[in-house]
């Protein structure tokens, strides 16, 4: 059965499907150089990736290959950024975290909230046991965050991405099933 795009709610955070009134903000967001730094891929400069980005956050959970949510603050409803939880191998039921955070919203814990909240949602929803996230080694704020969730510090994958022509080498986080929910 194909997933459907969850709707969770954290003490300060609302986690939701994308919809078209997102555009805009994802659009400021993922244009944005400096949240966009440590990245794999550089920031938008077309408005026209806001809409694939929208549709792809549609087909994906059709398509069975995970979910993206927006995440809005429960206290004014803006916008602070999205996160995804995407299946690697469905086989080996391990999966991948990921999270972008407006520049006005860091420091605030959110990140760790809202990928906490997702995190458990997808290992009970896509019955994942192993979820991994690969993080730029110059971002020690993404590192912090999951740490904070629990993920381990597996490894450094040596020139692990190309962007602009800069080389850059990603720490492998990883977090087992039995590691975040109780037995
Ligand atoms: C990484 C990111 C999601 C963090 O968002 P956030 O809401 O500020 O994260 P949180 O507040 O939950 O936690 C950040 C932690 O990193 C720490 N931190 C921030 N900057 C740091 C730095 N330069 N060095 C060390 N720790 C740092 C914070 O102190 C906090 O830890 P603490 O709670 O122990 O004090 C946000 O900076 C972002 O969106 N960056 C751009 C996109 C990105 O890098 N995504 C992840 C790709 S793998």
Redesign the pocket.
């Known amino acids: 059965m194909p997933l459907t795009t969850p709707t969770l709610r954290t003490d300060r955070l609302l986690l939701r499907p994308f919809e078209d009134r997102d555009r805009e903000d994802i659009y400021a967001l993922q244009s944005d150089a400096h949240?966009?730094?440590?990245?794999?891929s550089p920031p938008w400069a077309d408005r026209s990736r806001a809409d694939t980005f929208l549709a792809r956050s549609r087909t994906m959970a059709e398509e069975d290959r995970g979910v993206r949510v927006a995440i809005d603050r429960l206290d004014d409803g803006s916008f602070?950024?999205w996160a995804t939880a995407l299946w690697s191998t469905p086989e080996f039921r391990t999966g991948e975290l990921?999270?972008?955070?407006?520049?006005a919203?860091?420091?605030?814990?959110?990140?760790?909230?809202?990928?906490g909240a997702l995190l458990d949602w997808a290992l009970e929803a896509m019955d994942l046991n192993r979820v991994q996230?690969?993080?730029?080694t110059r971002?020690?704020?993404?590192?912090?965050?999951?740490a904070?969730l629990g993920f381990t510090l597996e490894g450094t994958l040596r020139e692990n991405c190309i962007v602009d022509g800069v080389v850059s080498d990603s720490w492998m986080y990883g977090l087992l099933r039995r590691e975040r929910l109780p037995a």
Not at 133 to 136: H, L, M, P, R, W
């Open positions: 949240v966009l730094e440590f990245w794999d602070v950024g990921g999270y972008v955070l407006t520049k919203s860091w420091g605030n814990g959110y990140a760790t909230e809202a990928a996230s690969e993080v730029d971002n020690p704020a993404s590192a912090r965050v999951l904070k």
